[in-house]
Nanobody, 126 residues
Framework: QVQLVESGGGLVQAGGSLRLSCAASGRTFASYAMGWFPQAPGKEREFVTA????????YYADSVKGRFTISRDNAKNTVYLQMNSLKPEDTAVYYC???????????????????WGQGTQVTVSS
């Protein structure tokens, strides 16, 4: 069992930046790929980025390439999402998730993930 706790959300103006964190419990955190999925009101949860267990491979949705950066610190059991040049359409609850057995090509699919955090709200004002 893995428990995830997101933090770092808040209200920011368009063009601003936020850094989200996702702290995980469990000694096997370093073995798992991680992803971030925002969910806007009335919309489905969508993939924005994922990172391999080692941190060497990352994967981004086209909508965030060049603006968002995912990273991880396995010694701290934490994955980060640096979000720059934020847009009002980035407004959503951001969830982090753990994928125990997914391949990199499947990490854009929400059903590849086994555990989810409770989410952190990001609001970008225009």
């Amino acid at each position: 069992q893995v428990q995830l706790v997101e933090s770092g959300g808040g209200l920011v103006q368009a063009g601003g930046s936020l850094r989200l964190s996702c702290a995980a419990s469990g000694r096997t955190f370093a073995s798992y790929a991680m992803g971030w999925f925002p969910q806007a009101p009335g919309k489905e949860r969508e993939f924005v980025t994922a990172i391999s267990w080692s941190g060497y491979s990352t994967y981004y949705a086209d909508s965030v390439k060049g603006r968002f950066t995912i990273s991880r610190d396995n010694a701290k059991n934490t994955v980060y999402l640096q979000m720059n040049s934020l847009k009002p359409e980035d407004t959503a609850v951001y969830y982090c998730a753990v994928a125990k057995r997914a391949t990199m090509t499947s990490l854009s699919l929400w059903n590849a993930y086994d555990y989810w955090g409770q989410g952190t709200q990001v609001t970008v004002s225009s």
